[in-house]
Nanobody
Framework: QVQLVESGGGLVQAGGSLRLSCAAS????????MGWFRQAPGKEREFVAA????????YYADSVKGRFTISRVNARNTLYLQMNSLKPEDTAVYYC????????????????WGQGTQVTVSS
């Protein structure tokens, strides 16, 4: 069982930055691929970024490529999402998720989810 807790969300102006964190309870955190997803009101949950358990492989949605960076520190059981050049369309609840094996863009493949953190970008 893996418990995930996101933090770092908030209100920011367009063009600003935020860093989200996801703290994992499991000592086996290093065994899991991790992902960030987001869900805006009235929309389906969508893939944002994913990272392999080693941190060597990363994947991004086209909408955030070049602006967001996913990273992890296994010694701290923590996942990060650095978000720069934020746009109003980035407004959503952001979730971190964990799965065994390789990272994927499919949210159905992830076994464990956090409760989410709200990110609001004003224009």
């Amino acid at each position: 069982q893996v418990q995930l807790v996101e933090s770092g969300g908030g209100l920011v102006q367009a063009g600003g930055s935020l860093r989200l964190s996801c703290a994992a309870s499991a000592r086996t955190f290093r065994n899991y691929a991790m992902g960030w997803f987001r869900q805006a009101p009235g929309k389906e949950r969508e893939f944002v970024a994913a990272i392999s358990w080693t941190g060597e492989s990363t994947y991004y949605a086209d909408s955030v490529k070049g602006r967001f960076t996913i990273s992890r520190v296994n010694a701290r059981n923590t996942l990060y999402l650095q978000m720069n050049s934020l746009k109003p369309e980035d407004t959503a609840v952001y979730y971190c998720a964990a799965k065994r094996g390789s990272p994927t863009e499919s949210n159905r493949a992830y076994e464990y989810w956090g409760q989410g953190t709200q990110v609001t970008v004003s224009s």
